[in-house]
T-cell receptor, first 115, second 113 residues
């Protein structure tokens, strides 16, 4: 049973380009969460999705950032027109349900570097 | 958003000794969950231990145990018989009955051989 799979592990983009980060949840998990970790900081919640639905995107910047979790395929976090401040590690997590009792399983993260 | 505070940016421990990491949090809720995650240099987030607030008994996982003081809103992690593989960043996290995890800023643990 593979864990949460994220790719790419490392991504380098120039300012103004687009970044796409992918996340395949654990088998049997239908809830996906994206977190961002800036250098020397803890993880910050960005967005919570179920299949074909965005449940809560309150932690995501209003512009340039979007997320989806289609019926088929991985969840995608998309950052358009990247800036240097977007450089961070982006973690995806999944759980079988969305309530507090369930432990989130994290992927290994995708490290985005913006030149 | 809930506030989780880890007041120790770095801790160092001798191999085989014990180290305690502190964590405090701010909440007005009575029902919630607390976690300690370990992040080694690989950056993978690994669950170390979790505690349900309604349980008075402190959680234990092998060499890892917590001291949960609900009234004081304190949730410290004790690592006993420290091993070189314990070297990592440790994050305390809080989750209420919704889905959001709030993390502290982390404590870097160094293990001296």
């Amino acid at each position: 049973n593979a864990g949460v799979m994220q790719n790419p592990r490392h991504l380098v983009r120039r300012r103004g380009q687009e970044a796409r980060l992918r996340c395949s949840p654990m088998k049997g998990h239908s809830h996906v969460y994206w977190y961002r970790q800036l250098p020397e900081e803890g993880l910050k919640f960005m967005v919570y999705l179920q299949k074909e639905n965005i449940i809560d995107e309150s932690g995501m910047p209003k512009e340039r950032f979007s997320a989806e979790f289609p019926k088929e395929g991985p969840s995608i976090l998309r950052i358009q027109q990247v800036v240097r401040g977007d450089s961070a590690a982006y973690f995806c997590a999944s759980s079988p349900q969305g309530t507090g009792a369930n432990v989130l399983t994290f992927g290994a993260g995708s490290r985005l570097t913006v030149l | 958003a809930q506030t989780v505070t880890q007041s120790q940016p770095e801790m160092s421990v001798q191999e085989a000794e014990t180290v305690t990491l502190s964590c405090t949090y701010d909440t007005s809720e009575s029902d919630y969950y607390l976690f300690w995650y370990k992040q080694p240099p690989s950056r993978q987030m690994i669950l170390v231990i979790r505690q349900e607030a309604y349980k008075q008994q402190n959680a234990t996982e092998n060499r890892f145990s917590v001291n949960f003081q609900k009234a004081a809103k304190s949730f410290s992690l004790k690592i006993s018989d420290s091993q070189l593989g314990d070297a990592a960043m440790y994050f305390c996290a809080y989750r209420s009955n919704d889905y959001k995890l709030s993390f502290g800023a982390g404590t870097t643990v160094t293990v001296r051989a």
